[in-house]
């Protein structure tokens, strides 16, 4: 039986993400473009906030995964060397799946986020 992954490769992540994130700056772009200079109406008032929040709420939630698996990795490697040196080296044997993980864990809420509004705004009208 294969083995499941529960965190989605970064590569994946990545690939997704440069495909997604074009597509919802040229829809902005060109929303920003048709829009009002003096009126804009409402929905793009709204638009043009959640695009500034949103990044700033989707970086902080990847630099406090990054920070936090990367503090409980260098516990885990402290704790390996007051064990000795057979769990020293069982953990750097595992050193680049783990990386991995924490990769793909910190660009997750950017991906997620990007995806979701290339998903949505691909459904949403410019006018």
Request: positive net charge; charged residues 20%; hydrophobic residues 40%.
């Amino acid at each position: 039986m294969p083995r499941t992954r529960k965190t989605p490769s970064t590569s994946r992540q990545l690939m997704e993400l440069s495909s997604a994130a074009p597509q919802v700056i040229a829809h902005r772009l060109t929303r920003m473009a048709l829009a009002s200079p003096t009126n804009p109406s409402r929905r793009d008032q709204k638009e043009f906030t959640s695009m500034i929040v949103e990044k700033q709420i989707a970086f902080a939630q990847s630099w406090w995964t990054l920070c936090m698996d990367i503090a409980k990795s260098q516990q885990s490697l402290m704790f390996a060397m007051f064990s000795g040196p057979a769990a020293v080296t069982s953990l750097l044997a595992r050193t680049p799946r783990k990386l991995e993980k924490i990769s793909s864990r910190a660009v997750s809420p950017i991906h997620r986020k990007a995806v979701s509004n290339a998903k949505r705004l691909s459904r949403t009208p410019l006018r």
